[in-house]
């Protein structure tokens, strides 16, 4: 009934991030009425940065068979909520896809790739990172990066996550792989099918970086003044 959904449009602008979450469960399930208010609440919010309420809203957005829908992203968000800037000529838009279908394995996948990329043909053929390469990234694109990832998981996945954590942690990387579901006791998890490639995974898990070849590739990711 018109009644109830003028009651979710309301307290969906005006309630908390924990409620507007909720509401935005409910609308998903209301057919195109649900849809409208979703439509309606992306385009009010569109000239400030998006956040991970943002982020949940289009995704119902385009996650939805709904021509509404579609025609609405198509027009008015072709690349998504989060602004795919580079320095360096790289398309996040492929990225941007995984993570707003919440395929976060295959976004993990291309994640790594994309840095290989951004450090340069050597890496990309090595497929794996050197320190300094991670060094001279650009403040740009690793912050593109890492907007997609919060924006897509909730607030829950990406470095800057991982770095409040780690920073939390007194630096302490003994603590720090537990804490994020890396470690269990003595044991690593195993690549790929120990890790956990959904939401219910702890804050901080998402992205992934190997430490097969020690700690410096995330340290410098960390040190990065991308984050300052
Ligand atoms: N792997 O264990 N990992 C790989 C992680 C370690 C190993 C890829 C993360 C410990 C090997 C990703 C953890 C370890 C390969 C990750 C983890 C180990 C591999 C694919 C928890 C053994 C095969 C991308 C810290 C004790 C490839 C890539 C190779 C792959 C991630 C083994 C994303 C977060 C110390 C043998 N692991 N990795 O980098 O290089 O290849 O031989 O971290």
Redesign the pocket.
């Known amino acids: 009934p018109a009644n109830d959904i003028d009651s979710l449009r309301q307290t969906l602008i005006a309630g908390s991030i924990q409620v507007q979450q909720q509401i935005i469960s409910k609308l998903a399930d209301l057919g195109n009425e649900g849809l409208d208010v979703l439509i309606e609440f992306l385009r009010k919010r569109s000239d400030t940065p998006a956040t991970w309420i943002d982020g949940k809203a289009y995704q119902v957005l385009y996650n939805s068979d709904a021509p509404l829908a579609k025609e609405f992203l198509l027009s008015s968000f072709p690349e998504g909520i989060v602004p795919l800037k580079s320095d360096c000529g790289i398309d996040y838009h492929p990225l941007q896809q995984l993570l707003a279908s919440q395929d976060f394995q295959a976004a ?2 291309l994640t ?1 790739q994309k840095m290989c990329e951004l450090a340069g043909p050597a890496a990309l053929q090595r ?2 990172l050197y320190f300094t390469e991670v060094d001279s990234f650009p403040i740009i694109d690793l912050q593109t990066i890492n907007h997609l990832w919060l924006v897509h998981s909730e607030g829950k996945f990406g470095f800057s996550v991982q770095r409040e954590i780690w920073l939390a942690l007194g630096k302490n990387w003994d603590n720090f ?1 537990p804490k994020i579901g ?2 269990n006791g003595n044991n ?5 099918h ?2 956990i490639w959904d939401l219910s995974a702890p804050k901080g898990h998402l ?7 020690g700690v410096r590739v995330i340290a410098a990711l960390f040190a990065h003044p991308a984050w300052k």
Not at 207 to 213: D, E, K, M
């Open positions: 993990d996948r790594i497929k794996w792989w890396w470690k690593w998890t195993r690549y790929p120990e890790f992205p992934l970086s190997n430490q097969l070849r």
